[in-house]
């Protein structure tokens, strides 16, 4: 399973929050004093709080989901939990895919040139998306690479664009494998 990608991004937001809520709430209770006592108001010293723990709140809400966008724009938001699955899902796909792959351009490489450059090509454009993917696996199996923030969103932004590639290779081996299988069956 792979590990977060943000949870240095994580502890620094989370951090950011509590320290710019405790000096809101710090500033407000300032203000407060430099009142003449009797002059403070309930409501001002309610809606400090209130805004207080909405500021924590939606700190901890950006430090417990991923959100990312797929190739056409869609935003999708999951659980750290959630995104861990999804990265673990989209790397084993392709990975069972460049393995079919390399099963089936042994069979083109000497039968079929245009179906070998199209399979290529698709390969390829799999591979580029999920390179960062791979590299964050690689890593992790090395164990001697940790993620900074830049390089966790930038694999975390690659996930589904990764997944997208490897459907559109997937498709065309499909459609070349069906292509194969009626080529090759006799007539009945």
């Known amino acids: 399973m792979l590990r977060s990608p943000l949870r240095t991004p994580v502890l620094w937001t989370l951090r950011k929050f509590l320290e710019f809520g405790v000096a809101?709430?710090?500033a407000a209770g300032i203000r407060r004093h430099r009142r003449?006592?009797?002059?403070?108001?309930?409501t001002s010293r309610a809606l400090n709080t209130a805004w207080l723990i909405g500021t924590l709140v939606?700190?901890?809400?950006?430090?417990?989901?991923?959100?990312?966008?797929?190739?056409?724009g869609e935003e999708q938001t999951?659980?750290?939990?959630?995104?861990?699955?999804?990265?673990?899902?989209?790397?084993?796909?392709?990975?069972?895919?460049?393995?079919?792959?390399?099963?089936?351009?042994?069979?083109?490489?000497?039968?079929?040139?245009?179906l070998y450059s199209a399979v290529i090509?698709?390969?390829?454009?799999?591979?580029?998306?999920?390179?960062?993917?791979?590299?964050?696996a690689a890593a992790r199996v090395r164990a001697d690479e940790k993620l900074g923030v830049r390089k966790g969103r930038r694999i975390a932004a690659s996930v589904p664009v990764c997944d997208w590639e490897t459907d559109n290779a997937?498709?065309?081996?499909?459609?070349?494998t069906v292509q194969i299988e009626q080529s090759v069956e006799p007539p009945n």
């Open 78 to 114: 999951r659980s750290i939990a959630e995104f861990r699955a999804y990265a673990e899902r989209v790397f084993r796909r392709q990975n069972a895919l460049g393995n079919e792959i390399i099963f089936l351009l042994d069979d083109l490489e000497q039968t079929d040139a245009e």
């Open 36 to 42: 003449a006592p009797g002059t403070g108001s309930s």
């Open 170 to 176: 997937e498709q065309v081996i499909r459609r070349i």
């Open 24 to 26: 809101m709430w710090v």
């Open 121 to 136: 090509e698709a390969e390829r454009r799999m591979l580029d998306a999920c390179a960062p993917l791979n590299e964050s």
């Open 58 to 72: 939606a700190g901890l809400q950006g430090c417990v989901s991923i959100t990312t966008y797929t190739h056409d």
